[in-house]
């Protein structure tokens, strides 16, 4: 003989017994106790929340022998007899299966009939299945029912229920359970029952049940088929810690293992999407959240480090990829392929590379950080003594990163004097120049023009900034004052936001203030020749930038490469199959 399941063996039979539904228990009892009981009522809510236990208790009690502050006696020959599925007084419907107008007509016909107590309750479970004909004939019994007659509608999904059903009832909604609730629940079942079963095991039962009783206890209850013990699962973190640290390698790692372990791809994007909601509710309604205390702390830890910005993307991700895997003949490759992109945004060929660099700059932004990050210098090419191109991108053992050294630019004059002959004491020459001292250039010491140092000021701005006043062209009416030639207003309007960053670096570079305006003007097709180096130049007196590895890194760049490709070059022997392919 079979054994009784344990949500049926610990089903609620009194209003006292239901938890986390207070609201509902407080307005049925005072129904009853006040003989206000309504002729029809709609419960909606998740599935194992209560519905059905709290339609019985209700039809119990109405019809109870001797009901104590609205609670039935549970000992009556009523009583027993609901329990049982025997009263004459309760039927329950499945409108999940007796959808039809003529199920309901029978319905309607037996409504009429007298029953020995003193109500006859209809329960009409997942009433959202009826058809519209049902629902039609329906209705008008639900408006003008006899007097001794009540519904009971329940259905997980009340938006379905057409909105004159749902105007002449009177809609409870039951709640998902919270955790302290369940867990509270859960032991006593354990200590009742006689069950021996870890804490470890009751913590992985209460993330199973995601706040429905009924879920959680037949969790319980294959936990403790099995021993008792928590079962190996697959560790949803290892994504997410490689989203964060953009480790793609680890995610395949760990799609692997759990492919290992008989999951389905499809069942652990679900698994991945739920996880990482829990994690954004953690940031934005913590109330909602449906998990132990350690484990929400976890969670909230690991959702401040990704970013609400990063989670939200992922789900959207993984939510695309699910819909893609309806029809996708490997829907493990299609898995993949959306860790990869989340973990490698730079490789997506799309916007999401320059969101995530937005996500980054705000990061810092509300972290406090005043400017992005100094990266480590690139390394040296000892051929050419100039920074490798490529090289913080792609570093090596055998070349030593050098200090970063300040660069000194040498003046570009019409007539270059002859360099001196180097001498055999360095010493007389210091190696870095006082902190307080500024770097001045020979032209500034020489009392050069503003026009004869806008390439000295030009290299030593921002990326940004340097490539927005590029397109300018440099007049210097007077020595302290610089005309910078845009070529359109929007331009200007663009150069005039960062005017005070310019005549700083004027200020610095020539030691004395400088007036800067910037004008609209005929600015030429190439770029002004005080502002491009002359190529007659020896190769150690032109302006160069240092390159700035950030930028090689997280720049927005097209890749080579497609992203199948990318797949088949890190695993080998995968291939693409279509619908129509039959080997």
Not at 159 to 177: C, D, N, Y
Not at 287 to 312: C, F, K, Y
Not at 497 to 523: P, Q
Not at 559 to 582: A, C, H, K, Y
């Amino acid at each position: 003989m079979a054994v009784q399941s344990l949500y049926r063996r610990y089903r609620p039979r009194r209003f006292s017994e239901l938890r986390g539904q207070d609201h509902i228990v407080r307005a049925l009892r005072n129904s009853v106790i006040n003989q206000r009981e309504g002729q029809a009522y709609l419960f909606s809510g998740p599935r194992g929340t209560g519905k059905t236990s709290t339609a019985r208790i209700l039809a119990k009690v109405l019809n109870c022998e001797a009901p104590v502050d609205g609670e039935p006696c549970c000992e009556c020959a009523s009583c027993l007899s609901v329990e049982s599925g025997t009263s004459y007084d309760v039927i329950e419907l499945d409108a999940a299966s007796n959808n039809g107008v003529q199920d309901v007509r029978d319905l309607i016909d037996r409504a009429g009939l007298v029953s020995p107590g003193r109500h006859r309750v209809f329960i009409l479970d997942e009433v959202h299945m009826l058809t519209a004909a049902a629902e039609a004939a329906l209705l008008k019994t639900l408006e003008e029912p006899p007097p001794h007659v009540v519904f009971v509608l329940a259905t997980t999904d009340p938006q379905k229920v057409s909105e004159t059903i749902r105007s002449r009832t009177q809609h409870l909604q039951f709640h998902l359970l919270p955790m302290h609730d369940l867990e509270d629940h859960v032991r006593f079942v354990v200590r009742d029952a006689g069950l021996e079963v870890t804490d470890e095991a009751i913590e992985q039962v209460l993330v199973q049940g995601g706040g429905s009783a009924r879920d959680t206890l037949s969790a319980l209850e294959l936990i403790v088929a099995a021993g008792g013990v928590a079962e190996a699962t697959v560790n949803l973190d290892e994504f997410v810690e490689a989203i964060i640290d953009g480790d793609p390698a680890r995610s395949l790692a760990a799609v692997a293992f759990a492919m290992q372990h008989g999951r389905d791809p499809r069942t652990l994007a679900d698994e991945l999407i739920r996880h990482l909601r829990e994690a954004f509710l953690t940031q934005m309604a913590p109330e909602l959240v449906q998990l132990p205390a350690d484990r929400a702390e976890h969670v909230s830890e690991w959702a401040r480090r990704m970013g609400n910005g990063t989670i939200v993307r992922s789900m959207e991700t993984i939510g695309d990829t699910l819909i893609e895997m309806r029809h996708a003949p490997d829907a493990r490759l299609l898995l993949e392929v959306s860790l990869m992109k989340l973990c490698s945004p730079s490789d997506a060929g799309d916007l999401t590379a320059l969101i995530a660099r937005i996500e980054r700059l705000e990061k810092a932004v509300a972290s406090g950080a005043t400017a992005a990050p100094s990266a480590p210098p690139p390394p040296v090419d000892p051929a050419t003594g100039r920074a490798k191109l490529g090289g913080a991108a792609r570093p090596t053992s055998d070349v030593p990163r050098a200090a970063p050294q300040p660069t000194l630019v040498k003046a570009q004059s019409p007539v270059s004097a002859p360099e001196p002959a180097a001498t055999a004491e360095p010493a007389a020459r210091p190696a870095t120049p006082p902190a307080e001292t500024p770097q001045v250039s020979q032209a500034a010491a020489s009392g050069g023009s503003p026009a004869e140092l806008w390439p000295q000021v030009l290299t030593s701005l921002k990326p940004l900034v340097r490539a927005l006043y590029s397109a300018c062209s440099v007049t210097s009416p007077t020595p302290d004052t610089v005309v910078l030639s845009a070529p359109n207003a929007v331009h200007q309007a663009k150069c005039n936001e960062h005017a005070a960053t310019v005549a700083a670096a004027f200020e610095k570079i020539s030691g004395r203030k400088v007036a800067l305006n910037v004008d609209v003007g005929e600015a030429p097709k190439d770029r002004s020749a005080a502002a491009r180096p002359s190529r007659s130049k020896p190769t150690d007196e032109i302006p160069h930038d240092d390159i700035d590895p950030d930028e090689l890194s997280d720049m927005p760049i097209v890749p080579v490469e497609s992203v199948l490709d990318r797949v088949n070059r890190i695993l080998p022997g995968s291939r693409v199959i279509d619908e129509g392919d039959t080997k």
